[in-house]
């Protein structure tokens, strides 16, 4: 029996210390009681076919929030044919409004003296044009568009001026309205777009500057002065001009990231194409994109020594804090674009019993669904969120020393009494009757 009792007090120790050693994660659902009254996102997209020149980020939520083209804290990259980083776009800027030119004149008054801008209107007279001329400047351009109307008497002076100086540049408008088909193949993303061609070859990027005569003419001039230094040169000297004088391809890509602080109540914050001083073609406008990331709060994975070590002692099951990154939301067709609903959850990490082993996360759940809009209506990328007013605690329990101890005391002196009386009892059972 002793040795019964030193075997099982032995077992109960070696369970009940492996007990104290390990813990439990627990999970308990309350009502959020955090008096912050903002929540930050944290965002990176890539869009594969839409020009960081026309991309903007807006905020609206049900508190009246509206904010339009938000940059503080958003960083823009135009990618490569690879989708590689190229070329910083800018952070914390605007959008400059380009100078138009007030005229005397109506266009139908300058006309009286000639036509000066030829009109392509078909793709072959469009490709023969350009194809005849040395170099060619050619806008693109909608009926219905206002910075086009503004832009036509400007262009005609341009025209006219081309002319009387004998520069060998032809000069034309294209109507994308009638001429949807060509425009589509040339990606003419918004309206008007300025495109100059060097032997049928176009020479991106496209014309950006002030649209009067004067800054037109002086673009037209320079691009002349660099073909003229082009002959003349050779050899190497020759290879770098035609670099400039070609420019470097153009890819639409775009990636956006940064941080955005939007109020603790349903909205959403949407990336749309637009510009100050273009009309956006709706049937260009491509909003296929990768989330590259999308968290709320404090983005846990790059933060401090102490997050990580607060989410090592965590499951995968209660780390949803980016469920869609790296995931790609593609359109196939026009006017069609993806919006995002989230469903946001303060998450509360009650790692020990210290502060420095408390954290508050948001976890999210998102779901989508491909949009349609009207040919006329730009169509944007939507990330519609809500954060639930409950909130998922998630702690570890374990046993407390002294509970340790006081299991300690109750496996030796229990084992003892029990075996204690199964020995007595076994005694007055079997204990041989004297005569």
């Given at each position: 029996m002793s040795l019964l009792a030193l075997l099982t007090m032995v077992v109960l120790f070696f369970n009940e210390s492996?007990?104290?050693?390990?813990?439990?994660?627990?999970?308990?659902i309350t009502l959020d009681d955090s008096m912050v009254k903002q929540i930050k996102i944290n965002f990176n997209v890539t869009f594969m076919d839409s020009h960081c020149d026309y991309l903007d980020v807006d905020v609206v939520d049900d508190l009246g929030t509206n904010r339009r083209d938000v940059t503080k804290n958003v960083e823009k990259w135009q990618l490569d044919d690879e989708g590689k980083k190229r070329i910083f776009n800018g952070r914390n800027r605007e959008q400059r409004l380009l100078k138009d030119q007030d005229h005397a004149q109506t266009l139908e008054e300058m006309h009286e003296n000639g036509v000066h801008v030829a009109v392509l209107d078909t793709k072959e007279h469009f490709q023969e044009f350009v194809k005849r001329n040395p170099m060619s400047f050619i806008n693109f351009y909608a009926p219905w568009c206002i910075w086009c109307q503004r832009l036509h008497p400007t262009w005609e002076k341009f025209a006219?001026?081309?002319?009387?100086?004998?520069?060998?540049?032809?000069?034309?408008?294209?109507?994308?309205?009638?001429?949807?088909?060509?425009?589509?193949?040339?990606?003419?993303?918004?309206?008007?777009?300025?495109?100059?061609?060097?032997?049928?070859?176009?020479?991106?990027?496209?014309?950006?500057?002030?649209?009067?005569?004067?800054?037109?003419?002086?673009?037209?001039?320079?691009?002349?002065e660099m073909d003229e230094?082009?002959?003349?040169?050779?050899?190497?000297?020759?290879?770098?001009?035609?670099?400039?004088?070609?420019?470097?391809?153009?890819?639409?890509?775009?990636?956006?990231?940064?941080q955005l602080m939007v109020n603790r109540v349903p909205g959403n914050f949407?990336?749309?194409t637009s510009s100050k001083n273009h009309n956006i073609n709706p049937s260009m406008t491509n909003l296929t994109h990768t989330v590259n990331h999308l968290s709320f709060g404090e983005n846990v994975y790059y933060s401090t020594r102490r997050y990580r070590r607060i989410l090592n002692q965590v499951t995968d099951d209660h780390k949803q804090f980016s469920p869609i990154d790296d995931k790609t939301f593609l359109t196939k067709e026009f006017h069609q674009a993806?919006?995002?609903?989230?469903?946001?959850?303060?998450?509360?990490?009650?790692?020990?019993?210290?502060?420095?082993?408390?954290?508050?996360?948001?976890?999210?759940?998102?779901?989508?669904?491909?949009?349609?809009?009207?040919?006329?209506?730009?169509?944007?990328?939507?990330?519609?969120?809500?954060i639930s007013p409950m909130s998922v605690v998630v702690s570890k329990e374990g046993i407390k020393w002294y509970d340790y101890l006081t299991s300690l005391c109750a496996i030796i002196g229990g084992t003892?009494?029990?075996?204690?009386?199964?020995?007595?009892t076994l005694y007055s059972v079997l204990k041989v009757k004297k005569l």
């Amino acid at each position: 029996m002793s040795l019964l009792a030193l075997l099982t007090m032995v077992v109960l120790f070696f369970n009940e210390s492996l007990a104290f050693t390990r813990s439990s994660i627990e999970t308990s659902i309350t009502l959020d009681d955090s008096m912050v009254k903002q929540i930050k996102i944290n965002f990176n997209v890539t869009f594969m076919d839409s020009h960081c020149d026309y991309l903007d980020v807006d905020v609206v939520d049900d508190l009246g929030t509206n904010r339009r083209d938000v940059t503080k804290n958003v960083e823009k990259w135009q990618l490569d044919d690879e989708g590689k980083k190229r070329i910083f776009n800018g952070r914390n800027r605007e959008q400059r409004l380009l100078k138009d030119q007030d005229h005397a004149q109506t266009l139908e008054e300058m006309h009286e003296n000639g036509v000066h801008v030829a009109v392509l209107d078909t793709k072959e007279h469009f490709q023969e044009f350009v194809k005849r001329n040395p170099m060619s400047f050619i806008n693109f351009y909608a009926p219905w568009c206002i910075w086009c109307q503004r832009l036509h008497p400007t262009w005609e002076k341009f025209a006219e001026k081309v002319e009387a100086e004998r520069l060998p540049v032809g000069v034309a408008n294209v109507d994308c309205v009638s001429n949807n088909a060509l425009c589509r193949e040339l990606r003419i993303m918004a309206f008007p777009s300025l495109r100059w061609y060097t032997s049928g070859e176009p020479v991106q990027p496209d014309y950006k500057q002030d649209r009067t005569v004067d800054s037109i003419y002086g673009f037209a001039k320079r691009k002349i002065e660099m073909d003229e230094r082009y002959k003349n040169w050779e050899g190497e000297r020759k290879e770098t001009l035609d670099s400039m004088r070609l420019g470097r391809p153009v890819h639409p890509g775009c990636q956006i990231s940064g941080q955005l602080m939007v109020n603790r109540v349903p909205g959403n914050f949407h990336i749309i194409t637009s510009s100050k001083n273009h009309n956006i073609n709706p049937s260009m406008t491509n909003l296929t994109h990768t989330v590259n990331h999308l968290s709320f709060g404090e983005n846990v994975y790059y933060s401090t020594r102490r997050y990580r070590r607060i989410l090592n002692q965590v499951t995968d099951d209660h780390k949803q804090f980016s469920p869609i990154d790296d995931k790609t939301f593609l359109t196939k067709e026009f006017h069609q674009a993806y919006h995002h609903y989230i469903k946001v959850v303060s998450t509360k990490l009650h790692m020990g019993r210290r502060s420095s082993d408390k954290l508050t996360t948001y976890q999210f759940l998102e779901q989508n669904q491909i949009v349609k809009y009207t040919e006329s209506d730009v169509p944007e990328a939507r990330f519609a969120y809500d954060i639930s007013p409950m909130s998922v605690v998630v702690s570890k329990e374990g046993i407390k020393w002294y509970d340790y101890l006081t299991s300690l005391c109750a496996i030796i002196g229990g084992t003892f009494t029990t075996l204690g009386l199964i020995d007595a009892t076994l005694y007055s059972v079997l204990k041989v009757k004297k005569l």
